[in-house]
């Protein structure tokens, strides 16, 4: 059983930062990353980084995001600058186990203002 506890959500104008982390208690923890999601649409992979620090990131991210994880603290972490109100949506993290369980967590909002 893995636990995921996120923070560092929040209200930020456009063209401001945050700074989201989610710590992972248990072990056999691959990858780790960020998923968002609005209301009526499907939830959308954001960044992902592996425990050998390759990363994968949404093309409408790149450039702007940056996900960082600290194996020692199992804690995956997503630097967003130059945001944009269209990045408003829930941020859910997700941790991948090696033998390909799958763990979210409850996801944190983050609001964009214009």
Known sequence: QVQLVESGGGLVQAGGSLRLSCAASGSNINAMGWYRQTPGKQRDLVAIITRDGNTNYADSV?????????????????????????????????????????????????????
Do not use: H
């Open 62 to 114: 790149k450039g702007r995001f940056t996900i960082s994880r600290d194996n020692a603290k199992n804690t995956v972490y997503l630097q967003m600058n130059s945001l944009k109100p269209e990045d408003t949506a829930v941020y859910v993290c997700t941790a991948a186990l090696t033998y390909g369980v799958t763990y979210w967590a409850k996801g944190t909002l983050v609001t964009v203002s214009s």
